[in-house]
C-alpha cells in the first residue's frame, strides 16, 4: 500500500524560504511522476511542481525560478525547496505519486505573512 508522509509546512514571512519534503512507502521503483500541488481556499487544486521517473521537472510559471523539486531514491523521497515566498504562495500542498493509479498525501499547510 502506497503510503506519502509530508513534512515542512509552517508559517514564514514573505520573503522567506521553507522545504517541504514527502517520504514515501510502498512504492515501485519505476514510477510516472512525483509532485507537489497547491490549493488555497476558494480555489481549485494547481500542480505546483513534478519530477518524472526519467528525473525531468516542471514547474508552474507562478512558482518557477523560486522553488525546487528534487528526490532522493534512496530515501524514496520528493524535497520542494520554495524560496522567496509570497503571500500568494499560502495554501495547503499535497504531495502526490503516479504509477498506474495517482496517490495523495495529507497535505500539509504553508502560510506566508506579508
Known amino acids: 500500500q502506497v503510503q506519502l508522509v509530508e513534512s515542512g509546512g509552517g508559517l514564514v514571512q514573505a520573503g522567506g524560504s521553507l522545504r517541504l519534503s514527502c517520504a514515501a512507502s510502498?512504492?515501485?521503483?519505476?514510477?510516472?511522476?512525483m509532485g507537489w500541488y497547491r490549493q488555497a481556499p476558494g480555489t481549485q487544486r494547481e500542480l505546483v511542481a513534478r519530477?518524472?521517473?526519467?528525473?525531468?521537472?516542471n514547474y508552474a510559471d507562478s512558482v518557477r525560478g523560486r522553488f525546487t523539486i528534487s528526490r532522493d531514491n534512496a530515501k524514496n523521497t520528493v524535497y520542494l525547496q520554495m524560496n522567496s515566498l509570497k503571500p500568494e504562495d499560502t495554501a495547503v500542498y499535497y504531495c502526490?505519486?503516479?504509477?498506474?493509479?495517482?496517490?495523495w498525501g495529507q497535505g500539509t499547510q504553508v502560510t506566508v505573512s506579508a
Open positions: 502526490y505519486f503516479q504509477s498506474i493509479n495517482v496517490y
Open positions: 519530477i518524472t521517473g526519467g528525473g525531468s521537472t
Open positions: 510502498g512504492i515501485s521503483r519505476s514510477f510516472n511522476a
